[in-house]
């Protein structure tokens, strides 16, 4: 199963985040664990400076702005 986090405030481009990874995972038939995380502190502390952000399975791979599906698709 894949871990996924997506770190920001709640705002719209956060939750179309969260939703493109669930689409991809969806599609391709993967059990993912989808994490919100909107703590500001937790957030800082995770070392990400632009939202939203997407840690895959402990690593950052994406800050600032919605992801492109391919960049998503890419992380599975």
Known sequence: MKRFEVLGS???NCRKTAELIGQVAAERGVD???KKVEDTAAIVAAGVMATPAVIADGEIVHAGGVPSLRQVEGWF
């Open 32 to 34: 993912i664990d989808l």
């Open 10 to 12: 709640g705002c719209a």
